[in-house]
């Protein structure tokens, strides 16, 4: 079996082909490349029952013998450019398991957003997690590549936050550096359902309700 370091050099060489082809020879062809950032966001459809009983029951789905590129910058170069050259239908919608815009989901006022990609190359499959922290504040809406341990940093309105999303304790709690002012929340984890490879697994955790603080 070829070594990580291998795997690796293989799938940066296929990436920088992909990057470096034309997306189309039709000169009436659209890409996203700079298209605008929505300002408010949509409600995805978790999944909920009998659904989700038997998503999770396959989640998440990794072939066997595939590599674990999570945070490695091939990861974050790959996310890239998927989410840059998303096909153009899932431009009409800017919810669901596939394609999110910078603005939490479910009209949050932040949310902890993952997905897990799945892809090949050269016939080895490699798999990855991508996660992202993300506000809606001031009538602004920003993401930032984060980590599973949830927490990220911003500023807006001129005032620097701090956010951590404990997904496996459903809570959060949000801090205003320039007081001290604390916040906390319990949270909720929704699972999507995506059906645009390579995408394989897509979950927000969001607030639902102000609680005292006790973390």
């Avoid at 070594?3 to 799938?11: F, H, R, S, W, Y």
């Avoid at 992909?18 to 039709?26: E, F, G, M, N, R």
């Avoid at 408010?40 to 789905?61: H, N, Q, R, T």
């Avoid at 499959?125 to 809406?141: E, I, K, V």
Wanted: with cysteine; net charge negative.
């Amino acid at each position: 079996m070829a070594t990580l370091k291998q795997v690796l050099i293989a799938m940066a060489a296929a990436a920088v082909g992909v990057l470096a082809s034309p997306l189309s020879a039709d000169a009436t062809a659209t890409t996203i490349i700079g298209a605008p950032k929505p300002t408010v966001s949509e409600i995805s459809k978790p999944l909920e029952g009998k659904e989700l009983e038997d998503f999770l029951a396959g989640w998440p789905y990794t072939p066997e013998g595939s590599v674990d590129i999570t945070n490695t910058t091939l990861a974050t170069e790959l996310t890239k450019f998927y989410k840059t050259h998303n096909n153009d239908t899932a431009l009409t919608k800017r919810s669901g398991g596939c394609n999110q815009g910078d603005c939490p989901d479910f009209f949050a006022a932040f949310d902890f957003y993952r997905q897990h990609y799945v892809t090949f190359a050269n016939g080895q499959a490699l798999n990855y997690w991508f996660y992202w922290g993300r506000w809606n504040d001031c009538g602004q809406c920003g993401e930032v590549p984060t980590s599973n341990d949830g927490c990220f940093d911003f500023t807006s309105c001129g005032r620097a936050q701090s956010i951590c999303v404990d997904a496996g304790n459903s809570r959060a709690h949000r801090i205003w550096k320039d007081r001290g002012d604390k916040s906390c929340y319990r949270t909720q984890r929704d699972y999507l359902l995506p059906a645009c490879p390579p995408i394989a697994a897509s979950d927000i955790t969001h607030p639902i309700e102000q609680v005292a603080c006790t973390w």
